[in-house]
């Protein structure tokens, strides 16, 4: 199953944006052959197999699915798409020009610090993320890999495609590791293995249990101090902090943009919605601090716009406003398109999105450290799979609420230990409050686990026997 990210036929209703986002994507493979030279691109292109999949023409699962969506719609999934082409073949032509800055950091240690540095930060988990959406066939070959070579079946998929991959060297080398003990045992342990492979200094960020309170904060803030010591030790660079100053001033303005969107998706019927949102929150992990991210929220927010008032909203027939808790089924990234066609079901937000914390204060070396240190802690999953329970609930239902939604949709990672423990207590506090709750069952990475099909069969007997839903 293919998800094309040249966008052949997601938007061939307007052939001018099409012709725009196809342009920016042959610019990124020019780039690529400019900045790092034709020898190195045909080298990257034999060792390192997903690249292909980026620039797979291929058709989509159903044309149909897409055109459904409204043309402001599709334009913001259009760019988001094109964000990550962007990211990948910008890093990979930066790895080329400094391959002794490279360093690998985990998705809940985000880039900004070491953009301030200089360094060439390269997310581990942004291949094996986007990977699932473009050829469950090679992501089940990298677990089977992982699995073969002695690592536990029970554990998430996601580290054991970040295994399989490292073993097989399907991702560039790094010099050093950043990595933190968020969100669970599987991926914490997973970097272990990276250290044993490559030989290479790591530094794990240690955020402790109760990382809410003000003690817990400071702990954290002292973690980061202490990762920027180990980072100007190995790379023998000293931190700029008047750069520091000037990423961190840029990541407030896309954050600014992100704001300004969360706030349009409270309107009815909303802008957009589903993957788009999962795929436009990876420019802060990806690029946080940097300004194609802002320019992507900017763009974003104009479409948002754009979208409620001339199309009316991203579907032409909204009845269900759902918010998704948990990673989506990257097996399947169609479910959402399909239950908008199917149910007029509209995914307004979600746990990997919706991430409150401050905006950066600038005004001192001090005030940045610390407000990042909060950003690392409130990142993705790591406020909400650690420490107590309340951490897992309570910006749920505030989401709930605020965005007017009428059903919660839990997708029950097979491999989530953390969150499935939780569901009995999930199940009772959705009952107590009169909310419709699907939890459905799903393995991240793996189709063999449960197909399309079966996610598919969970969807529709839920929306049909409790939302009233009649197909």
Known sequence: MKMALFLDSIVDKTPIMVSRLLGRNLFQIADL??????????????????????????????????LHRNPGYRTAMGLALSYIVFYAFDVLKRI???????????????????????????????IPIVLPNLNTEITEHYIDVAENAGYPADICALPKTSMGM????????PKAIVTSNSPCDGGMASYQMMERKYKVPVFRLDLPYKFTEQRGLEYYGREVKRMIGFLEDVYSIKMNYEKLR???????????????????????????GGETLVFSHLGYPLGGGTKATTRLMRNMLRIARRSIERDGGGIP??????????????????????????????????MLTFNRHPLIDTSSKETMLRDLGIIMAYGPMAQHTRGPSENFFTDLFYMYEIYNADMIMMAGHLG????????????????????????FDYDLSDSRVVPPEGIKRQVADFMENVMGEKK
């Open 246 to 272: 000037e990423v961190c001033e840029e990541y407030n303005r896309a954050r600014c943009y992100s704001l300004d969107i969360w706030d349009m998706m409270r309107a009815s019927p909303a802008p957009f």
């Open 96 to 126: 080329a020009q400094e391959p002794d800055k490279v360093l690998w950091h985990e998705d809940l240690v985000p880039p900004q610090i070491f953009h301030a540095m200089g360094l060439v930060p390269f997310l581990l988990e942004a």
């Open 317 to 350: 027939n909204e009845r269900h406003r759902v918010i998704l808790w948990n990673p989506p089924p990257l097996i399947y990234p169609y479910l959402f398109m399909w239950m908008e066609k199917e149910y007029g079901a509209i995914t307004v937000m979600d």
């Open 166 to 173: 490292v073993t097989e060297d399907q991702l560039p080398p």
């Open 33 to 66: 052959v400019a900045g790092a030279g034709p020898k190195t691109t045909i080298d990257y292109l034999r060792q390192y197999h997903w690249i292909k999949e980026l620039v797979n023409r291929k058709q989509i699962e159903s044309r149909e699915l897409f």
């Open 416 to 439: 989530c230990k953390n969150t499935r423990a939780l569901f009995g207590m999930f199940r009772e506090m959705c009952r107590k409050r009169s909310i419709p709750l699907l939890i």
